[in-house]
């Protein structure tokens, strides 16, 4: 075989092997335009993690007295309102104790009432010694007046000034009785004397003692987490079970510190959770940055000062606010895996909240009642025992 015919191979690979290397490098350069360009024009105008959870409250059920539960009304799983009762304890104590405070209550407002007749019989009693006190005078002053034509023993009129001054003081006792009773009575009423206002005090504690025997649902949700038993003694404070709403939970997102530089309050945020794959996408905007990273917070925070220390990158929690519709059409539950990705085009927001809540973000209205009804039973046996004129109570 000739050199030339050697050689014709030889160049034909070499030819092969440019024009791979051209392709490649194309490639590569293709590759990195195209990957610069999706980074300039959308890439670094996203953050997203997968370390990202539901979250939401779980509201403890907790007597505040004391006792020996009878009844349960609710079972872990099942819907509950606000205020329906949940768990119901023995309430012979409490009643026994409510009926005693009643008792006192009526009994305060009769012994109350006759400081009020009081005052009219002591203010009769002081008028009756006046009369006396001017009769022995007008006594005294008709002997004194003959005692010189010898008709009258001087033993006489010495009995008629020891009968002046028995009068006078007669009647300054009678007028410090009624002193004394009119400091009991002075400025107030029967109802809002301090011996009532004492009694009906107590009653309110009795009463909701009484009432507090009854544990209600604070907020409308699922019931989960149920400990107790029925015959089961508890204590005040005891956690029995725990109602979820599952209309206010959202996601807590823990993005990486490098990722929340341009993250900022109200950004849009795109959430898809495993129960439902990316067939549902939730609507959310970033409701808040966490105060500080999740180790910070933990039960037991790394101390750094020990010498062995080594740089990890932390996490911040983020917090993202769902639309309730949405929950509402695709419920979520406590603790399911998501996927949080967050649009960082806007960047006018804060990072950090600017102002306290104007209201409560979270309340229940089912206890405002207990003291409006105690309020109601104190006056209606007010009512029933005192005066019915009230002409009494009223000097």
């Not at 092969?16 to 490649?24: E, F, T």
């Not at 009258?152 to 028995?166: D, F, M």
């Not at 400990?227 to 029995?240: C, D, E, I, K, N």
């Given at each position: 075989?000739?050199?030339?015919?050697?050689?014709?191979?030889?160049?034909?690979?070499?030819?092969?092997?440019?024009?791979?290397?051209?392709?490649?490098?194309?490639?590569?350069?293709?590759?990195?335009?195209?990957?610069?360009?999706?980074?300039?024009?959308?890439?670094?105008?996203?953050?997203?993690?997968?370390?990202?959870?539901?979250?939401?409250?779980?509201?403890?059920?907790?007597?505040?007295v004391g006792g020996t539960v009878v009844s349960i009304a609710a079972d872990d799983?099942?819907?509950?309102?606000?205020?329906?009762?949940?768990?119901?304890?023995?309430?012979?104590?409490?009643?026994?104790?409510?009926?005693?405070?009643?008792?006192?209550?009526?009994?305060?407002?009769?012994?109350?009432?006759?400081?009020?007749?009081?005052?009219?019989?002591?203010?009769?009693?002081?008028?009756?010694?006046?009369?006396?006190?001017?009769?022995?005078?007008?006594?005294?002053?008709?002997?004194?007046?003959?005692?010189?034509?010898?008709?009258?023993?001087?033993?006489?009129?010495?009995?008629?000034?020891?009968?002046?001054?028995?009068?006078?003081?007669?009647?300054?006792?009678?007028?410090?009785?009624?002193?004394?009773?009119?400091?009991?009575?002075?400025?107030?009423?029967?109802?809002?004397?301090?011996?009532?206002?004492?009694?009906?005090?107590?009653?309110?504690?009795?009463?909701?003692?009484?009432?507090?025997?009854?544990?209600?649902?604070?907020?409308?949700?699922?019931?989960?987490?149920?400990?107790?038993?029925?015959?089961?003694?508890?204590?005040?404070?005891?956690?029995?079970?725990?109602?979820?709403?599952?209309?206010?939970?959202?996601?807590?997102?823990?993005?990486?510190?490098?990722?929340?530089?341009?993250?900022?309050?109200?950004?849009?945020?795109?959430?898809?959770?495993?129960?439902?794959?990316?067939?549902?996408?939730?609507?959310?905007?970033?409701?808040?940055?966490?105060?500080?990273?999740?180790?910070?917070?933990?039960?037991?925070?790394?101390?750094?000062?020990?010498?062995?220390?080594?740089?990890?990158?932390?996490?911040?929690?983020?917090?993202?606010?769902?639309?309730?519709?949405?929950?509402?059409?695709?419920?979520?539950?406590?603790?399911?895996?998501?996927?949080?990705?967050?649009?960082?085009?806007?960047?006018?927001?804060?990072?950090?909240?600017?102002?306290?809540?104007?209201?409560?973000?979270?309340?229940?209205?089912?206890?405002?009642?207990?003291?409006?009804?105690?309020?109601?039973?104190?006056?209606?046996?007010?009512?029933?025992?005192?005066?019915?004129?009230?002409?009494?109570?009223?000097?």
């Open positions: 075989m000739s050199t030339n015919q050697q050689a014709a191979p030889a160049a034909d690979n070499n030819g092969k092997r440019k024009r791979l290397i051209v392709m490649l490098t194309a490639a590569i350069v293709v590759t990195g335009v195209g990957y610069g360009l999706y980074w300039g024009l959308y890439g670094r105008h996203f953050e997203n993690t997968d370390d990202a959870y539901v979250a939401g409250n779980v509201v403890q059920v907790t007597p505040l799983t099942q819907l509950v309102t606000a205020g329906q009762p949940l768990i119901q304890l023995d309430r012979a104590d409490t009643q026994v104790a409510m009926e005693q405070a009643e008792a006192q209550l009526a009994q305060a407002v009769r012994e109350v009432r006759t400081l009020y007749v009081n005052n009219s019989s002591l203010a009769a009693n002081v008028a009756m010694r006046e009369a006396d006190v001017a009769k022995a005078r007008d006594d005294l002053r008709r002997r004194q007046a003959i005692a010189g034509s010898g008709a009258v023993s001087n033993e006489e009129i010495s009995h008629a000034q020891t009968a002046l001054k028995a009068a006078e003081s007669a009647l300054v006792a009678a007028k410090e009785q009624l002193a004394s009773n009119q400091v009991l009575t002075d400025q107030t009423t029967v109802e809002k004397h301090p011996n009532v206002q004492r009694a009906a005090a107590n009653l309110r504690s009795a009463y909701l003692a009484f009432v507090r025997s009854t544990m209600p649902a604070p907020v409308t949700g699922y019931v989960a987490k149920r400990s107790v038993q029925v015959g089961q003694r508890v204590a005040a404070g005891t956690p029995l079970m725990a109602v979820v709403p599952l209309d206010q939970v959202w996601v807590d997102a823990n993005f990486k510190e490098v990722q929340i530089t341009h993250m900022r309050i109200g950004q849009p945020v795109d959430v898809t959770a495993d129960l439902y794959g990316d067939d549902i996408v939730y609507k959310g905007t970033v409701e808040s940055l966490g105060a500080g990273t999740g180790s910070a917070f933990a039960l037991l925070p790394a101390q750094n000062a020990t010498g062995n220390w080594i740089k990890i990158v932390q996490r911040v929690p983020v917090r993202i606010h769902l639309d309730r519709e949405q929950l509402q059409q695709h419920p979520l539950r406590i603790g399911l895996s998501t996927v949080a990705e967050v649009d960082l085009h806007d960047q006018s927001g804060p990072t950090l909240a600017q102002q306290p809540p104007r209201q409560a973000p979270f309340a229940t209205q089912v206890y405002d009642q207990q003291l409006a009804e105690a309020d109601q039973l104190i006056s209606r046996l007010i009512r029933e025992n005192s005066a019915a004129s009230g002409k009494s109570a009223s000097r």
